[in-house]
């Protein structure tokens, strides 16, 4: 899945601009599709990740939980925000791990609630 305008905010310098990054994070606080992590960057726009596989990992459920704005219980930075779903982006491997634990936590909050 693909969302064009989380493309055209990642086009833009948002490695190094505040702005830019806090209007990536913003994005994907309410964009339905890119709050999954599902969304899917096209090659041209990968040049560099400087996140690790690693790295973005550890950043998983704080990323899950800071881009759920109902109930946000960790703040991430929003550089970091970016950085994970730039990287999610193009890394299958960690995307399809993000989405089963997204999966996992969203069963355990139904639980929550019963």
Known sequence: MECDR???LL???????????????DHIRTCPN???G??????????????SC???????PDYYEATHPAYPLVHLPDREVARVVF????CAS??????????LWRLEEREGIE
Not at 11 to 25: C, G, I, M, P, T
Not at 94 to 99: I, P
């Open 11 to 25: 086009s833009a310098n948002w490695q190094e601009d505040q702005q830019a990054s806090l209007d990536v994070a």
């Open 38 to 51: 599902l969304t899917r960057l096209a090659g041209d726009l990968i040049t560099e990740d400087m996140l």
């Open 87 to 90: 990287h999610l982006g193009h």
């Open 54 to 60: 690693e790295e973005c990992r550890s950043h998983l």
């Open 34 to 36: 890119c709050q999954r």
């Open 94 to 103: 960690c995307r399809e791990e993000y989405q089963e634990l997204a999966l």
């Open 6 to 8: 989380l493309y055209q």
